[in-house]
C-alpha cells in the first residue's frame, strides 16, 4: 500500500479524505503545528490502526480534534473556568486541553485515563474536514503527529510520505506547517491549571490570560515534565522527537565548537543543525533542518539551546528531548 497524495485545495481529493475517514481509514491532516495522523475517533478499530502505524504504545494518549469550542466541551464530562478561558482566547490555535473525558469518547483514544486533550487546529482545510465529519456524526479526529512514534514530527506532506506512506491510506497535502512544532498542551482538569507541554502559546502567555480571570497556573521544569512510563499527555516521554543520527545540545556556541572540534579530531563526522535569527523562524524550520541533518548520516549532530523564555522553552524542550538517550 503507497498512500494516496490528495491537495487540500481539490475538491475532488478533499471529498476522498473525508470518505477515506468515514470508512475507517488513516489520512494524515494538516495543522498549524505539525502533520496529524487522523483517524475516526469515534471507530476503535480505525485508532488502533493509528496505534499499528506508527507503532505507538497503546497506553499513550492521543489528541482529539474537532471545529469548535463547542464540541470540545462535548468531549468533557466537566469543562473547567480555566478550559472555558483557553479555548475561548486560543482556538482555533496551538493549544490543547487536557480535560475529564465524557462517555462518548473512547477508553482507545485516551490510552484508558479518565482524561483526553482535545484541539481545535487553525488550518482552513482540517477546520472543514473536522465540520463534515461532525455532520456525519463523529465525535473528532484523533490525530498524533503522522510520525513513527518517538521520532522527529513532520512538517511536510513529503516527511509524512517518507515516514509512513506505506502504513496510511492518504495524505492531505495542505503544505508546510505555520508554527512547526506541537501544540502546548494544558491541564485544564487541575487547580490551578498545569502546563505539561510547552509550545508556541507559551507559559507566560497562558498565565496572564488565565490570571485576568483570576485563575492560576503552574509551569514545570524540563525534568517534572519527562516520563518514562504512563505519561498522562503526549510528548512527555523522556526520550522523544528523536532523529537517527545521536544528537547533542549545548548553551552556547562557544561550547558547542569546543565539541565539535573534539569529535572531528576523533575521526567523526559532525553536522551542525543551523541556528535561524529568531525563535519564531528557529520553531518553523526545526524538525525539517534535524531532517535534513539526519539525512546525511553524520556521526553525530549538534545543536545550540535558545534560552528558556518565550517561545525558545519549547524549542528547548523538543531539543532536549531529542537528544536524550534512547
Request: aromatic share 4%; proline share 6%; glycine share 8%.
Amino acid at each position: 500500500m503507497t498512500a494516496k497524495l490528495l491537495g487540500a485545495n481539490d475538491e475532488a481529493d478533499f471529498e476522498s479524505a473525508v470518505r477515506i475517514l468515514l470508512e475507517g481509514g488513516l489520512v494524515a491532516i494538516p495543522t498549524e503545528t505539525v502533520y496529524g495522523l487522523g483517524a475516526d475517533a469515534s471507530n476503535p478499530e480505525a485508532v488502533a490502526r493509528v496505534f499499528a502505524a506508527k507503532g505507538r504504545p497503546a497506553n499513550h494518549p492521543l489528541i482529539v480534534h474537532v471545529a469548535d469550542l463547542e464540541r470540545a466541551r462535548m468531549l468533557s464530562s466537566d469543562w473547567s473556568a480555566s478550559a472555558e478561558v483557553l479555548g475561548r482566547t486560543f482556538w482555533p490555535g496551538p493549544l490543547s486541553i487536557l480535560t475529564p473525558r465524557s462517555e462518548i469518547v473512547p477508553l482507545d483514544v485516551t490510552g484508558g485515563r479518565a482524561t483526553v486533550v482535545v484541539r481545535v487546529p487553525r488550518h482552513p482545510a482540517t477546520l472543514r474536514l473536522l465540520a463534515e465529519l461532525h455532520d456525519a456524526g463523529s465525535c473528532g479526529l484523533a490525530a498524533p503527529s503522522a510520525n513513527r512514534f518517538g521520532e522527529v514530527s513532520p512538517t511536510t506532506a513529503r516527511h509524512v510520505m517518507t515516514d509512513l506512506g506505506g502504513k496510511i491510506d492518504a495524505i492531505l497535502d495542505g503544505g508546510a506547517c505555520e508554527v512547526g512544532l506541537e501544540s502546548t498542551i494544558v491541564d485544564c482538569s487541575a487547580d490551578p491549571a498545569d502546563i505539561l507541554r510547552p509550545g508556541a502559546i507559551t507559559r507566560h502567555t497562558v498565565a496572564s490570560t488565565l490570571a485576568e480571570h483570576g485563575i492560576g497556573v503552574t509551569s514545570r521544569t524540563h525534568a517534572e515534565r519527562s516520563q518514562d512510563t504512563y505519561a498522562i499527555a503526549p510528548g512527555m516521554l523522556r526520550s522523544h522527537y528523536a532523529p537517527s543520527t545521536r544528537l547533542e545540545v549545548f548553551e552556547t556556541d562557544v561550547l558547542l565548537l569546543a565539541a565539535r572540534q573534539s569529535h572531528e579530531s576523533a575521526g567523526r563526522s559532525v553536522e551542525v543543525v543551523p541556528r535561524p535569527p529568531d525563535d519564531f523562524e528557529y520553531s518553523r524550520s526545526l524538525y525539517a533542518m534535524l531532517r535534513e541533518c539526519d539525512a546525511r548520516r553524520a556521526d553525530v549532530m549538534l545543536a545550540v539551546l535558545p534560552a528558556d523564555e518565550g517561545l525558545g522553552t519549547a524549542i528547548r524542550d523538543r531539543l532536549l528531548r531529542a537528544s536524550a538517550d534512547r
